[in-house]
């Protein structure tokens, strides 16, 4: 019979330490919504971790860094900044 459900989800520790930095990240987000206009405050959690991501990616896998993903990381700073600009924050 086939397993239904998420690949190594029944595995206690990777999936405890999938869940923790996860509930982490959403409950600091929250903390963050009481002093910022929610698009701003979301924009910069996902900016964030695309940013994060990519670097880790870059860190611990060795993929490269490019112009094009420089570029990538401009738009994201140069977008939230605007955000918070334009909401006066």
Request: zero cysteines.
């Amino acid at each position: 019979m086939a397993r239904l459900g998420v690949p190594g989800a029944a595995r206690l520790w990777p999936s405890v330490f999938t869940l923790l930095p996860a509930a982490g990240g959403i409950f600091t987000l929250s903390l963050a919504l009481k002093t910022l206009d929610v698009g701003v405050g979301y924009t910069v959690w996902t900016g964030v971790g695309s940013i994060g991501t990519v670097v880790l990616g870059a860190l611990i896998y060795k993929e490269k860094i490019t112009p094009a993903k420089l570029g990538s990381f401009a738009a994201i700073t140069g977008g939230v900044v605007l955000l918070k600009i334009a909401a006066g924050v």
